[in-house]
Structure formats: structure tokens, C-alpha cells
Nanobody, 125 residues
Framework: QVQLVESGGGLVQAGGSLRLSCAASGRTFSSYAMGWFRQAPGKEREFVAAINWNTVVSYYADSVKGRFTISRDNAKNTVYLQMNSLKPEDTAVYSC??????????????????WGQGTQVTVSS
């Protein structure tokens, strides 16, 4: 089992940047593929980005491609989401998730086995 804790959210102006972090407990972090999802008020949770255990494979939602970058440091048990050129429509609670298949990433919430509590990102216009 793994526990996930996100940090790095906050309020930023449009065009600004934030870097989210997700720290995982346990010694088997490299056994998981990791993903980031977000949920805005009144909307369903949506996929943002995902990465496999050795960073060879990564996927992005079309809405964030070219602006967001997912990365991970297995030595630090942490996955990151660098968010640049933020837009008001990026406002949401961002959550990280872990999937017990290190090689295969997923783009659907039910692909993942463990979830963090989320961190709020608010982008003002």
C-alpha cells in the first residue's frame, strides 16, 4: 500500500507557473505508474498527465500538452507536475494517483489504485 500527499498548490495569475509535488510513503515507489488528475467544481475528474516507473512513457491531456510536464524522482519517492502558462480554466483540485502496474500508465480514474487528498490550484484572470 502507498500513501500520497500533494503539495504546491495555490493562487497564481494567468500566465504564471506552479510546481505540484506528490510524496509517496513506502519503499516501493518505483513499482507504481503515477498520474495526475484534476476536478473543477461541478465537473467530473479529468486526466491531466501520467508517467511510468522509469519515465520512458508519459501521456498528457490535450488541454495541457506543451504547458505541463510530469516527472518523477524515484529516489525521493516523489512525482511532480510542472505547470506553466496557466489559464483560468486550469483552476481545480489536483490529485495524484498510483497504479500498481509500473510499466503501464492509465488515463482513467479507475486505472489507479491509490489517491492523494488533492491540492487546490486557482488561476486568476
Amino acid at each position: 500500500q502507498v500513501q500520497l500527499v500533494e503539495s504546491g498548490g495555490g493562487l497564481v495569475q494567468a500566465g504564471g507557473s506552479l510546481r505540484l509535488s506528490c510524496a509517496a510513503s513506502g519503499r516501493t515507489f518505483s513499482s507504481y505508474a503515477m498520474g495526475w488528475f484534476r476536478q473543477a467544481p461541478g465537473k467530473e475528474r479529468e486526466f491531466v498527465a501520467a508517467i511510468n516507473w522509469n519515465t520512458v512513457v508519459s501521456y498528457y491531456a490535450d488541454s495541457v500538452k506543451g504547458r505541463f510536464t510530469i516527472s518523477r524522482d524515484n529516489a525521493k519517492n516523489t512525482v511532480y507536475l510542472q505547470m506553466n502558462s496557466l489559464k483560468p480554466e486550469d483552476t481545480a483540485v489536483y490529485s495524484c494517483a498510483a497504479r500498481r502496474t509500473p510499466l503501464r500508465v492509465g488515463m482513467r480514474p479507475y486505472d489507479y489504485d491509490y489517491w492523494g487528498q488533492g491540492t487546490q490550484v486557482t488561476v486568476s484572470s
